[in-house]
């Protein structure tokens, strides 16, 4: 089976600084992929970065980078130069080779003006 | 391109109805998977088809809920009879088959109230 685990259920942060939520996840399988995603009130799932298992170089997507360590299987997201429209749950999520998704409880950010 | 398209965005009906829930994958993906949103349960899956085949239905909570997808581009959801525990957000995803790294695409989901 598989475990994602988020132990933050709050975060915020000021506008313009950096914010780092946590991840860290079980799984057996050897090949996988882990994904960020943003729910925003609009409820909508939007899709933040992803990053697969094999790979040791982090992803970035603009303001958005992770730091996976997998030994320590963690697997946390870095906001740099927060803004007020990053305000969100985001939900850290695992892909093995069934396919589906398994997502953590979610963390509930708050960016303050 | 049309994202993935889920019909109603809002259903709320009474104990014992039938409530059918509609998804419209993006073209061309392969995989479609229903999620359920709560309080105290989170994002957990439901069912997922591939090529239309149910793939896995373990997360199905009882008899009660059904799922088929007759065609590439349509899927439902139905709850018969449904309860006030079942109120919840479901949303409907939808992935390309090449490659297991693909990330899902979800719609906008329906929000389920059982009074």
């Known amino acids: 089976a598989q475990t994602v685990t988020q132990s933050q259920p709050e975060m915020s942060v000021q506008e313009a600084e950096t914010v780092t939520l946590s991840c860290t996840y079980d799984?057996?399988?050897?090949?996988?992929?882990l994904f960020w995603y943003k729910q925003p009130p609009s409820r909508q799932m939007i899709l933040v970065i992803r990053q697969e298992a094999y790979k040791q170089q982090n992803a970035t997507e603009n303001r958005f980078s992770v730091n996976f360590q997998k030994a320590a299987k963690s697997f946390s997201l870095k906001i740099s130069d927060s803004q007020l429209g990053d305000a969100a749950m985001y939900f850290c999520a695992l892909s093995g080779s069934a396919r589906q998704l398994t997502f953590g409880s979610g963390t509930q950010l708050t960016v303050l003006p | 391109d049309a994202g993935v398209i889920q019909s109603p965005r809002h259903e709320v009906t009474e104990m014992g109805q039938e409530v059918t829930l509609r998804c419209k994958p993006i073209s061309g993906h392969d995989y479609l998977f229903w999620y359920r949103q709560t309080m105290m349960r989170g994002l957990e899956l439901l069912i997922y088809?591939?090529?239309?085949?149910?793939?896995?239905d373990s997360g199905m909570p009882e008899d009660r809920f059904s799922a088929k997808m007759p065609n590439a581009s349509f899927s439902t959801l139905k709850i018969q009879p449904s309860e006030p525990r079942d109120s919840a957000v479901y949303f409907c995803?939808?992935?390309?088959?090449?490659?297991?790294?693909?990330?899902?695409?979800f719609g906008d989901g329906t929000r389920l109230s059982i009074l």
């Open positions: 088809f591939n090529n239309n085949v149910p793939i896995d």
């Open positions: 799984t057996s399988e050897s090949d996988y992929y």
């Open positions: 995803a939808s992935s390309p088959g090449t490659g297991s790294n693909q990330p899902q695409h």
